[in-house]
């Protein structure tokens, strides 16, 4: 083969590297490891667009380069199988999700493999598989078997928790736990019944069962996380969805949240994304107090950051769904009240938080007392309030909070002014100063007053220091058939964990995939869905696992994913431990990553791994956006009008497949024949040609601007595919697909080959010595291209290969000692052409197994410069001189240069100014 055919080469390749195992990485304690990852893509049934890519390809580039510094690489793939979409199309066709899942995979994977990706394809993992979600499964039952210790810090087995009850009972225990634990002693403990004992072990368990507000779709028939609703109806179908309380089980995050904050120090992660995980987390510092109902047997808890402001209180507010709410309504309250918590429940937390401007609430009828004062304070209702975070009640400062302010002003409640501080236009009083209108606290530094008025709190048994999170513990159950199986059976209405030897405990057939008749959740149509112990048949929990269930640990299954007893293997964790490189969206800042973390400290806490973070280095890749494309139709007719001339004729823009469009130009038979109304379309051409109109815009199939990235890989082929990518801009930035700029880099590549084949397709690889210019410019590019890299800047290093080859084709080089190295640095961006090159060079084994070359700075050193020379200020000639001459000579050689003579016109010089390595000066 001579001409480049890449359709041929690229194949090849892709097949040589499967049958070769080329890419398996295998535990090798003589090289150091490199653990590369890509966030964990679900398989959706419309495969990759172009956008897709973008950070496999960036990730490919680092491991590919690794291997050649004489790593030894980890760079997996899989696919988080379990999914709504799966499940929906389920429901609507009857079709199995497994089905549906395996075409997805099946796709994925071919178009995957097209780009020519240094995957691991042996370790590859599917969250649905049975043999994985096994270890699912098995740690949930490890977090269902522990409780957090909170002075050593860490979880401990819950057998632990059973020595220190049969000794102690709780008291003074540290332990993160349910807020209602009471105390109980040893002797209380030994005569609680097994019933009672498993109620309370539940209260301190790291995943257990609680009644918790949550997003309830009916039409999904399934709870949803926050991230999946908007505006009050989910993002997918947009179905309403309403907030109501229901039995789930939960994770205790909230045991980790100082450990979750403080290590974010430890991993070199965007700032963006950590600031976002602090937001997350929400740590407070302040004090939790009880406010007394007046006329009921009740107490409102409410904690606060500034109980220093507590004379200040106007109003309670209680979050809509506060458990409180209907227990003390009045009677002339309560309608107002009801319609007023069904509507506000019902928006969701995200809504709620953001929404600054509506102000809404309900007066419930009854009165709080000040614990400092005991003066009367009404008790409203106010959907800025929120259930799950703090207490679900928040004590009113209208003069030092923003939304108090609003909130009282609007419904005409009391706001005390403040005695420090001043207004400001366009400002809420007390913005710049402490309420202090009473002789216990006033006067007082803010943290002054702020520890006096806790020591009074916990004197009088009204409240304590506290410091509380925004962070909520996470709800780990989904009414939905396509999801992992809680491996849970139920006795006298509490939990119990399966056999161990049981797992896994695969999802059971159903007849339909929505829920039962009685409203159970689909798990419930199975037939003899229970366990069977030596005491009888139990029923199982009929919800399954949520999404991120398995995504939180799949980075370690991938370093050992056939081991069948283990979750992993010691030598395999420890010797691939941290992931060094992961690259995904920002969007997955929070949920993903902490579940991630939170479960990776739990296997360390319990001895099972041995770090404490996953993910070392992060990178977020930008989007790559979509460039749409317009025809302009003549209104009332077929008739469409080129996007030059459109001002002269009255048109409406229409979108148009970016597929049909090339350079801006459309293929007109294409186009008639892309929608049957477009079969008879006539066209206003300028100079012969019908030019589009563009715009950027999401990647969307209703724009029709979705590029598909086989499209590419046919007409100009893979290699091209990663460097355009590449190319676009840099990696953590947003950028528009412009297909107008591939055909640069699809002539680069064929330029590049013609180094090695001259213009007859004939070999033209020469033994010759390269000539110092030669040697310069490949030694530029090498230590370009590694500086590049290390620092994840892959657009500079394309412009960097293009120079090398326009240079190495002016010098007419063609010498061994110069493509060799040429191809190495470039194998990592444009594999298969440079496998294919390599092979043809004489080489037997792939050019994965070369190393890096070194950049040598003997070839780098400048010998000459090119001085400016300036006649009485003005600059007339260059001259290229020796950096190694004196003054002297430099003004010797200068002054005799033909093209200055005609400046200097005979006359002798006044005055020369040399500064060597920079410019002369000559003064006639």
Partial sequence: MSAYNFQEVEKKWQAKWES?????????????????????????????????????????????????????????????????????????????????????????????????FAFDWDKEVRTSDPSYYKWTQWIFMQLFDSYYDYKADKAKPIAELLEIFEKSGNIGLSAACDEDVEEFTSEDWKGYSEHKRQEVLLKYRLTYLAETTVNWCPALGTVLSNDEVKDGFSERGGHPVERKKMMQWNMRITAYAERLLNDLEKVEWPEPVKEMQRNWIGRSTGAEMVFQVEQHDLTIKVFTTRIDTIYGVTYLALAPEHEFVEKLVTADQKEEVAAYVASAKNRSERDRMSDVKTISGAFTGAYALNPFNNERIPIWVADYVLAGYGTGAVMAVPAHDERDYNFAQHFGLEIRQVIEGSMEEGSFPGKHGTIMNSGFISGMPMQEAMDKAIAFLEEKKIGKGKIQYKMRDAIFTRQRYWGEPLPVYFKEGLPYLIKEEDLPLVLPEVDKYLPTEEGEPPLGRAEDWTYKTGEGEFPLELSTMPGWAGSSWYFFRYMDSKNEDRLVSQEAEKYWGQVDLYIGGAEHATGHLLYSRFWTKFLYDRGFVSIEEPFGKMINQGMIQGRSNFVYRKKGSNTFVSAGIKSQYDTIPMHVDVNIVQNDRLDLEAFKKWRPDLSDAEFILEEGKYLCGAEVEKMSKSKYNVVNPDDIIERYGADTLRLYEMFLGPLEQFKPWNTNGIDGVSKFLKKLWRLFYDGQEKWCVKEDEPSKEELKTL??????????????????????????????????????????????????????????????????????????????????????????????????????????????????????????????????????????????????
């Fill in 779 to 924: 030694h530029k590019a090498i230590k370009k291209v590694e500086e590049d890299v290390e620092r994840y800047s892959f657009n500079t290093s394309v412009s960097t290969f293009m120079i090398c080859v326009n240079e190495l084709s002016a010098f007419k080089c063609h010498k061994r000692a110069i493509l060799e190295p040429l191809l190495v640095i470039l194998s990592p961006y444009a594999p298969h052409i440079a496998e294919e090159l390599w092979e043809k060079l004489g080489h037997s084994s792939s050019i994965l197994s070369a190393s890096y070359p070194e950049s040598r700075e003997e070839f780098l050193a400048e010998e000459s410069h090119e001085y400016p020379v300036s006649v009485n200020g003005k600059m007339r000639a260059k001259v290229s001189l020796p950096l190694d001459l004196s003054k002297e000579e430099i003004q010797e050689r200068a002054l005799a240069d033909a093209g200055l003579q005609k400046w200097i016109a005979g006359k002798t010089p006044k005055k020369v100014i040399v500064v060597p390595g920079k410019i002369v000066n000559i003064v006639v």
């Fill in 20 to 116: 070769q195992g080329l890419f398996t990485a295998r535990v090798n304690p003589n090289k150091p490891k490199f653990y590369s990852l890509d966030m964990f893509p679900y398989p959706s049934g419309a495969g990759l667009h172009v956008g897709h890519p973008l950070g496999y390809i960036a990730s490919d580039i680092v491991t590919r380069y690794k291997r050649l510094k004489g790593f030894n690489v980890l760079h997996p793939m899989g696919y988080d199988s379990f999914g709504l979409p799966a499940e929906q199309f389920a429901i609507q066709t009857g079709q199995h999700p497994a089905i549906t899942t395996e075409e997805n995979i099946k796709r994925y994977t071919e178009q995957l493999k097209r780009i020519g």
